[in-house]
């Protein structure tokens, strides 16, 4: 059970009928959401009407920044080894012939002298504009993800409700709850659950919108629809392990991606020639299929096996808001944006919404923060959806203009589509600094490999710290020995500033501890809150080994020892891709929010340390409480 | 079931009353051997007189060749996960002091001002020396290492019969089958069962290795004797995460390995000061833990929680036989050979004897080789046995003459180390070659990183064909497209010898599939058998992606296109690994045994590629029925 809850028990079913956040959909979104919750040690009860998870179909797109984050919560593993990965896309065309058949019989005996060719074949995201460390999309069907995301979170004592169809909320008389009603869809009957927030992960018809005011959705249907089916496809054609964009004059747009279990993914356009929405009675796997054969012609196109089968039209909306004004609603996911699917962007966007969300519930649930830190996730996450929307037009545009439009498009927004490109404006949470670095404020942690000094492990810094939905502030320090008098100031200045926090902090986490799993004691969480539960300290330096102990560090760091790290791996390393050329006489530091964001990034001569500590105040202080 | 078994239920539990191997023992060893033959498709039977896996202690050290043969087996993810990875060696040593106390109580009052000091701290497993992909111990509990073996096989529908006690064997009158006694120690009863092959994985005091003639252990028990402990310390001493040697003049060797959730295993010199072996009635937890904190001293020692306590005696033995010489009885694993503990070798050498075994009794079992290829198990395995303690005696003497003598030690044999340099004479599997490559027969395939063609993976060239039992034959082509008319010539050579033996072994396979399990649909084996069940054919060429299409390479090959790779990511490739430089006019070809081991390797001049017909018939009809 979660930590929080008081529990009732429906017959065999257990039911916390108060916790802390209901969060209704246990689709991608719902999940990270509930499963983030879960870790965090906030209690949470996810309702979804479906009798268990998505089987076939939807979303199967991960994207690098989606796998990272699969990597930070040690959760990639298992879509790693099944799904299947593309590193390249290929773009092809078949020009205008003048001989051509639409139906189905007649085709048969058509024939064209028409080549269809390959314009182009080329990695989908390269190293130097990028710069991903899984530089691949990688394919692995909804309900595997799902999967993984669920069997964490029961071994952490959290389950789905599954057959609950979330029907109404409203607030409770006199407290500051809100009373949410469900079906019981198995029996009708209508329960009753008490919670402090409710966030509606229920997809682009979200019931749990409505009871947002002024949150309806805002944008463009537009007449193009696509036909999309999975199976195994028996073809001649030789690319069909690429991601594939083709573009026929006369059959549309298809788009081929491979996908787990040697299946493929085609993505059909089935806009009439004249641009007229085609008949949903014939949008058919039939139909379907006879178009892409028909583009795809000389190339055999046959079906070995189909596993799916759906349709959808374009819309472009993103909802007015992504909560109510007093920060106890929310939305997340396809209920705040909806969009193409060409791009594989849907179920990427939609978890990092719930991952934006999650940190920040948990540190106001316990009363570490401001409510007013509840805002910043619309501020954040409607202006992904923004981009969002505006990069799928443009994309859309794109795609049927053709493959010079196309590939236009893919290298002006590979940063986006891959993930890494959603970046924050300057906020409450992202500050810009007075010194210049390579990253900033609002963007996400770059990857680097590093060397943990305790160890000798070369590891991924942006995964070595396991999520525990606290800060990560990095010390970077180019010369150890020169720096150490500094280094104590540095940390005086931290704990002078977090100290109270702390405190403050290790008593909630006391009292409500994070979800403990078995794997936990494999993967040692507890070594990197030593110093805080509202934050762990790493230091980054380019001094060897051999070149200091770590009895030699301020205590804080020696407690902090699993985050101490050399910068020894890589030509251009960690330091450098943060800062540029960071003195010896400097001290760096950033401060990375529990969801990977850089959060405030500067550097100071050694003798001016001391500065740091009205930086770290006008920091935290702003939102936490 | 397995495909091969009748089965006889008795009560609950179904065991096989006839099969092809019985295995007994369900240690590293044994299931090495059973796994392989569960996914090889031939019929096995595995005893075990435990009633469950491994709980605590045993083996624990996996060195690199063993991560890379489990994921070769695609089993590494959860030891990877949960295993602790050990990178570096930290050697200490602590000089003769005057004062010193051997009894517990009034050690605690000595004092002593004799610094102990670190001489080298550095890679274990540096990359000049060993250029091993995974370049780290991996420690993960023996009983980790044995649960993902069970649970692959289980998931294939093979399961360890346990409480099973092997008590004896005899040939079946007139018919070339053994019947197998064991005792179901549950119930006391004797049970019976035929099988074709008996293997012994049943450890030191192996009762299976009394039923081969002439078998017994060979070679000197010494007076060295070990206290082993598991369990997390508390101490101040800097590098407990790294591996420790510690050679203290007081109180004798100290070896600290670092081990999954957060535990240390300690391992300490039990012989006395002036050599005689230590009464066993004082190799205590508490004796041991008082040697360790002597030699550990000024630093803190205190045990938080022990797991597990074991000593040994150092012996280092050989059996004479490792089969009977018909053929039928064999033992693998401590059963054939014991040494010390302190390189971490026992398991992982004991895995590799099943490893060797495993695809041999396939072959011959099926009929498509000939029993004469069994006998090569003994010649390869009492090789590798013989090299062992030939390094353990040097290695224990290392240990205790000093770091200096450990160093060499080490250095000299880090490859072995390892297990890369485990490498078997020229004989009937490892065929010397005329012309000089980079790597020779009887070494193991090398590791380098290509991109397959057919959808731009990177991929390691040695985990990316799947374990199937099968021989890669690899072709190298520096320059395809002048190739392609010799190499249309080299593959009518294949066709020819392998034709006939493909023919057979597919009528085999067809009868007796290989073990299916469930994460095969994401895997797709069946990609890399589609010319032969007895080889998978695969190409490396230093072409580019956009020089040739798969249609345009001789049909073998066209429908080996999972196989086809370019050399195009390292700077010294895989071409250059194998066989240094290799002229565009040339074509290389090695045959890569089922176990990864090259059987032959050599490169002809593009005019003369008819040559490899001989070539290979000499080296597959002098084993293959």
Redesign the interface.
Known sequence: MSPIADAECYGAECVSASTTVVVVGAGPSGLMLANNLARFGTSVVILDDRPDKTSTGKADGMQPKTIETFKQL?LA??LL????????ISFWVKLLHSKKSSSLTNFQESTTDQPMRRTG?K?HYPDHLVGASDP?ILLAHQGMVEEVMIDDMESRGVFVTRNARFTSCSPVDGMDQLQIQYEDTATNAIRTIKADYLVGCDGARSKVRSFIPDADLEGEITNAAWGVMDGVIDT?F?DL??KVALRSHSAGSILLI?R???MTRLYVELSSTGGERVDKAKATPEYVTQRAREAMHPFKLEWKSVEWFGTYVVGQRVAKRFMDPSAKVFIAGDAGHCHSALAAQGANTSMHDSFNLAWKLNLVARGLAKSSLLHTYEEERQKIAHDLINFDVEHCKAFSEGETALAKNFDDNIRFIAGFGAEYTPGTLTRVSSSPCRIQAGMLQLPAKVTRY?????VDVQLDIPLLGQFKIYIFVPELRSSLSALNVLCEQLASVLGELTAHADRSFEKHSRGHCS?D??Q?PQRYNTVSNIFTLAMVTKSS??EF???ELPEMLQKSRWSVYLDDIQATGCTERWFGNLEAESIGMAIVRPDGYIGMIDSWDMAKVAATRAWLDSYFLSFMA
């Open positions: 040690r593993d298992p080894r099944n799904g299947a990965k593309v590193f390249d074949r990695l691949y001649d030789p392990w690429s491979p787990e279990r040697g305790i160890d000798a492990n070369p794997s004691d494999f040692q080994q051999s102990e770590i009895s």
